[in-house]
Structure formats: C-alpha cells, structure tokens
C-alpha cells in the first residue's frame, strides 16, 4: 500500500531564508505528485503537479523535483515571506484505474518569521 | 468563477442525526471528490465519482453514501451520524478522470458530531 510521508512536521525560519521541504513515498510507480498548501481553516490551494516524466516544475519562487527512483520529492522556496507561513502537502496517486485519487502525506506546518 | 463550493460551512449533529453535504463546481470537471481531514491522519479519500452517472468508494467510505446529481453537484450523505464522524470535509474536482490533472478543493465543512 501506498505511503506517503512529510518530515518536517513543523519548521520555522526567518524571513528571507530558502528551504527545503520534503515528501517520501513507497511506491514508485507514480504517475504525478502535487504540492499543496493549505492555510488555517481553509481548503488546500494546488502549487505544482509533477508529471513522471518531469524531474522539475517551477512556479515563481517555488521549485518542485521529484525523483521516482528514490521515491522522493522536494519544494524548494526561495526567498521565504511571512505570508508563505501554512501547511504544505504532498499526494500522490492510488489504486491504478483511470481517476485520480490522491493519498495525501500528513503535511509541514511551515512558520516564516519576519 | 466560483470554482468549488461547499455548503454548509460548519454544522452540529447529535449522534443518530443524519445530514447531507453539498458540493458543487463551475468549472465543467468531469471527476469529483470527497475527502475527510483529521488530526494526525491528513486526508483520506471517502468516495469519488469519475463522472456524471458514476460512483466509487475511497478508502474510508463506512458510514456514508453519495450521490452525483449532475456534472455539477456531488453530495455526501451521513444517514446516521457518530462522533468518529467529527471531521472537516473537503470536496474536490479535477478536469478528467486520467491521470494528470489538478484537483482543486472547496473551502470545507466542519462537522461536529456530539
């Protein structure tokens, strides 16, 4: 069965600090991986989805990687911002078939302090 | 663009209870989506429906039942509510049912089951 696992569970930084933030799976035979953020009370926003065949995906400053054969990825934020502070969750595909079901990592609770 | 919407935004049931979670999508998505969030086990997929007319469980779909009313509207349904049904509900929807598309959430419903 698929896992999905986040570590940190919590980080904090100041502001202005690039970081790392990390999402292991145990089934390698992915076909994407999506990188969420969710703030306090809210429902989650999508930030990037790496398709299998890609290693990167960028948008603004963040850099998503993924590599299958380790059965890891990565969201690289550079130049981090009081207002980048919310949970960040990685989820993968499960159970094969034709629909995109996701299981979810438990997520990084992310505090960036000014 | 209303993108996905979720109604009622909180709600409190006493146990036996039943109630029905609405959700609904603009966005013309083939495929929706619901999901339950709890402390410390992240989100897990309760049913889906890979298009109008079609319905799948998910990993934890106990206790609960759905309908897809158009290609719009997905609902969930809890006919007999109990406290380990406490949780926030998220809907969800992406473009197809393949493989390589976003999901993109609603805001959420907070259910306390007493």
């Known amino acids: 069965k698929q896992e999905v696992t986040q570590i940190p569970a919590a980080l904090s930084v100041p502001e202005g600090e690039n970081l790392v933030l990390n999402c292991s799976f145990t089934?390698?035979?992915?076909?994407?991986l999506q990188w969420f953020r969710q703030d306090p009370g809210k429902g989650l926003t999508s930030l990037l989805l790496?398709?299998?065949s890609q290693r990167e995906q960028t948008s603004g400053r963040l850099n998503a990687s993924l590599d299958k054969s380790s059965g890891r990825s990565t969201l690289y934020i550079a130049a981090s911002q009081p207002g980048d502070s919310a949970t960040y969750l990685c989820?993968?595909?499960w159970g094969g078939g034709a629909t995109n079901k996701l299981i979810f990592g438990t997520g990084t609770l992310l505090a960036v302090q000014p | 663009n209303a993108g996905v919407t979720q109604t009622p935004k909180f709600q409190v049931l006493k146990t036996g209870q039943s109630m029905t979670l609405q959700c609904a999508q603009d966005m013309n998505h083939n495929s929706m989506y619901w999901y339950r969030q709890d402390p410390g086990m992240g989100l897990r997929l309760i049913y889906y429906?890979?298009?109008?007319?079609?319905?799948d469980k998910g990993e934890v779909p106990n206790g609960y039942n759905v309908s897809r009313l158009n290609k719009r509207e997905f609902s969930l349904r809890l006919e007999s509510a109990a406290p380990s049904q406490t949780s926030v509900y998220f809907c969800a929807s992406s473009a197809e049912g393949g493989l390589n598309y976003e999901q993109y959430f609603g805001p959420g419903t907070r259910l306390t089951v007493t």
């Open positions: 989820a993968v595909p």
């Open positions: 429906s890979a298009s109008e007319g079609t319905t």
């Open positions: 790496i398709q299998s």
């Open positions: 089934d390698s035979a992915i076909y994407n």
